[in-house]
């Protein structure tokens, strides 16, 4: 069984005010805000970019979306391997700076 990251802190308290901050997690989650958001730049002359999120699991899903041209080039050649806490990208070593990605993480 994958292991899950445990509720925040400020969970933590009395009923009523738990509720609260429940029904401000659902309104941002159906504003679009589900703190499941990254970017990424591939490091030049590397073959791997390493992001960290806490929230990772190895069940997690990752989409990349390129925001440069040169990034487009880069998705053809570059697989994503996810475990715990952690997103690795392997891609060509090119000494380009501007290959960034709009990631999300699902799961």
């Known amino acids: 069984m994958p292991k899950l990251a445990a509720p925040p802190i400020f969970w933590e308290g009395p009923d009523n005010e738990q509720i609260r901050k429940v029904s401000l997690a659902v309104r941002h989650i159906i504003a679009g805000k589900t703190n499941n958001y990254f970017d990424v730049t591939l490091v030049a002359d590397a073959t791997e970019t390493i992001v960290s999120r806490d929230r990772v699991n190895i069940d997690s899903k ?5 925001s440069s041209a040169s990034a487009a ?15 690795t990208i ?13 990631g999300t993480v699902i799961g």
């Open 90 to 102: 392997h891609h060509d070593s090119q000494p380009a700076t501007d290959r960034s990605f709009a």
């Open 73 to 87: 080039g880069a998705l053809a050649s570059l697989w994503v391997e996810v475990s715990f806490g952690k997103i």
């Open 62 to 66: 990752v989409s990349l979306t390129p």
